[in-house]
């Protein structure tokens, strides 16, 4: 079992930046592939980024286009989300999700995330 906490969402202007934190517990939570999802009213859940157990592999969805960053250290069990140059259409609740076998499915509670115009 992994739990995971995320924290760092808040309020800020388009074009300014957020780092998001997923803490992770558990005996494996190391290991393991860790994503980074959002969900905005109205919309289904969009996957936005995924970094595996080493930190040596990472994806992100189209829409990123070199604005985030992901980044984990595993001292801290910790995988952040660096958000650059954000839009107002970032807004969503911002989920992360630890994968255990093919799937993800361990999830954290969400943190949300508004930009202003």
């Known amino acids: 079992q992994v739990q995971l906490v995320e924290s760092g969402g808040g309020l800020v202007q388009a074009g300014g930046s957020l780092r998001l934190s997923c803490a992770a517990s558990?005996?494996?939570?190391?290991?393991?592939?860790v994503g980074w999802f959002r969900q905005a009213p109205g919309k289904e859940r969009e996957f936005v980024s995924a970094?595996?157990?080493?930190?040596?592999?990472?994806n992100y969805g189209d829409f990123v286009k070199g604005r985030f960053t992901i980044s984990r250290d595993n001292r801290k069990n910790t995988v952040y989300l660096q958000m650059n140059s954000l839009k107002p259409e970032d807004t969503a609740v911002y989920y992360c999700a630890a994968r255990i076998g093919s799937d993800f499915n361990s999830w954290g509670q969400g943190t949300q995330v508004t930009v202003s115009s």
């Open positions: 558990g005996r494996t939570s190391s290991y393991l592939t």
């Open positions: 970094i595996s157990g080493s930190g040596g592999s990472t």
